[in-house]
Structure formats: structure tokens, C-alpha cells
């Protein structure tokens, strides 16, 4: 657990969700320090997810740090509208956005606020603490939902075809579920969502669909979702 732990830790500094703090670095004004734990889950992908509580306070009279973050609701679609429209047509898809809080960049005054600690060495008792800060916008912030929201909409808002009205139609949060009358729609589909999305740094992936000829191309692609049931939602 504890390796697998630092694997994600590791993951996230080598893809640039965040980042070393060096003891030669100014000290900011505004600095505070996350705790964070793991959360089993029964995922061949992802068996642990790391939780960073925002919401943790050194003591009851002291304010957490999602009690200085604005706090709005996201706009969301009805998700009853979107489990019945997917019902609705022969092909039917689901897909999600691959960490997609992550892929939000986080402005570089707001970082020192989402510090957290880690272990040099895992493996190594008497190793010593290092510190990180995100550079992205972290899932556990209560203003996060609203920010993910909002940069998806403004992505989708800056192209106008089928496959962008789809996708605002049918996103909720980083879930995405549609239906479409043909295998040749679903195909489009699946082309189109895929390049619209790469091209803001988001990656579709987790495919799970009834048509074959485009299982084939989520699998050629390394997305298609292999696990024999799959929860909608």
C-alpha cells in the first residue's frame, strides 16, 4: 500500500500536477499544508486513491482551508434527462475525462495554500519529509467542481458541431454518457469527442460501448474499458 501510494505520488510530480519545495524558496504570505490518506478501491486501475482533506482543521476553533474557498455549486445537467435520453437509442457510450481536476492549472499565488508532506524514501524508516504544492487544481477543494465545470463549458462553447452539443449535453462532472440512432454516428462520435477534448489537454478514456467496430478503435487507442460490468453513473 505504502509503495503504491508513492507510485501515484511520483506519477502526479512527473506529469507536472505538481511540484518539489525547495528550502531555498522565499517563504509566501499565505502557506498551508494538507493532510491526505488513502482510499481503497476495488479498481485493477486505480486499487488506492489519495484523498487530501481540505476540509481538516488543527482544532475546532480554527477555520479549514475550504472555509476561505468560494464555495459555488457547479452547473450541472439533470442527471435523470441524461439516464433516459441514455436509453433512448441502439448505440450507447460511456466514457470519462482521465483526472480531470488535475488538468486544470492552478495560478502560481494559489499553490503554497495546497502544500502537503511526503516521504523521501518509503522504503528508507529514517528517511526524511519533503514538501510539495499542487500546481493544478486539486479534487478535495470545494471550489474545484465549479472550476472543472466552468473550463469544460468554455472549451465546448468555442465549437459548434453535433458532437460539442452531445457533449455539454451529456457531461456530468468528469462522466460523460450518450446514445446515438447509428454505429456510424457512434463512430463519428467517438473520433470527434476525442480530438475536441485532446485539444484542451483532456483525455477521454474508459470506453465502454455495444458497437464493435468501435470497441476496435477505443482498443487500437488504449481507452476501451476492459471490465466486464461497468456502473453507469
Known amino acids: 500500500m505504502l509503495m503504491k501510494y508513492n507510485d501515484?505520488?511520483?506519477?502526479?510530480?512527473?506529469?507536472?500536477?505538481?511540484?518539489?519545495?525547495?528550502?531555498?524558496?522565499?517563504?509566501?504570505?499565505?502557506?498551508?499544508?494538507?493532510?491526505?490518506?488513502?482510499?481503497?478501491k476495488d479498481s485493477r486501475k486505480t486499487p488506492i486513491r489519495i484523498v487530501y482533506?481540505?476540509?481538516?482543521?488543527?482544532?475546532?476553533?480554527?477555520?479549514?482551508?475550504?472555509?476561505?474557498?468560494?464555495?459555488?455549486?457547479?452547473?450541472l445537467n439533470d442527471l435523470t434527462k441524461i439516464l433516459i435520453r441514455f436509453r433512448l437509442n441502439r448505440s450507447v457510450i460511456t466514457t470519462d475525462i482521465e483526472k480531470a481536476f488535475l488538468h486544470v492549472g492552478l495560478h502560481e499565488d494559489d499553490r503554497d495554500v495546497t502544500r502537503f508532506l511526503w516521504l523521501s524514501n518509503p522504503s528508507d524508516p529514517d528517511n526524511?519529509?519533503?514538501?510539495?504544492?499542487?500546481?493544478?487544481?486539486?479534487f478535495g477543494a470545494i471550489c474545484s467542481p465549479f472550476i472543472l465545470n466552468a473550463t469544460l463549458s468554455k472549451h465546448l462553447q468555442q465549437t459548434?458541431?453535433?458532437?460539442?452539443?452531445?457533449?455539454?449535453?451529456?457531461?456530468?462532472?468528469?462522466?460523460i454518457l450518450s446514445s446515438l440512432n447509428t454505429e456510424d454516428d457512434a463512430i463519428v462520435y467517438f473520433k470527434e469527442a476525442r480530438t475536441?477534448?485532446?485539444?484542451?489537454?483532456?483525455?477521454?478514456?474508459?470506453?465502454?460501448?455495444?458497437?464493435e467496430k468501435v470497441r476496435t478503435l477505443a482498443a487500437r487507442e488504449n481507452v476501451l474499458d476492459t471490465d466486464e460490468q461497468t456502473q453507469i453513473l
Open 8 to 40: 501515484i505520488i511520483t506519477d502526479q510530480e512527473n506529469r507536472g500536477f505538481i511540484e518539489r519545495v525547495y528550502e531555498t524558496e522565499p517563504i509566501p504570505n499565505k502557506i498551508h499544508y494538507i493532510p491526505h490518506h488513502p482510499v481503497k
Open 196 to 211: 475536441l477534448m485532446n485539444k484542451a489537454g483532456f483525455n477521454l478514456r474508459s470506453w465502454t460501448l455495444n458497437s
Open 160 to 175: 459548434d458541431n453535433t458532437t460539442t452539443k452531445l457533449l455539454e449535453r451529456d457531461l456530468y462532472v468528469d462522466n
Open 128 to 138: 526524511h519529509l519533503i514538501e510539495y504544492r499542487f500546481k493544478a487544481v486539486l
Open 53 to 75: 482533506d481540505c476540509s481538516c482543521r488543527i482544532s475546532p476553533n480554527h477555520p479549514s482551508l475550504n472555509n476561505f474557498l468560494m464555495n459555488t455549486p457547479p452547473i
